[in-house]
């Protein structure tokens, strides 16, 4: 099972928490956006192999969001942002 350490209430069993996906461009960059490009922005992810930087959810714990790095590959947890 996957420990997941949150920010506040430190290391949990992986059930405790929801992952909302990979962290994207900031909204406000789509002010101007149509319909295309916000259809692309919500529901298309570019399901990369590797460390990737995600929302997690303390769901039955403390309800904080925070990110978290993960690699998709080994699901081990990385205390650094990705390299660009």
Do not use: S
């Amino acid at each position: 099972m996957l420990l997941i350490p949150c920010p506040w209430c430190g290391k949990r069993a992986e059930t405790e928490f929801r992952c909302a996906g990979q962290v994207k461009v900031a909204r406000t960059e789509l002010l101007e956006a149509d319909d295309e490009a916000w259809l692309e922005y919500l529901y298309q992810t570019d399901n990369q192999r590797g460390v990737l930087t995600e929302y997690w959810c303390h769901e039955k714990g403390c309800g904080e969001w925070f990110t978290l790095c993960r690699d998709t590959t080994t699901h081990e947890l990385v205390d650094r942002d990705p390299e660009p």
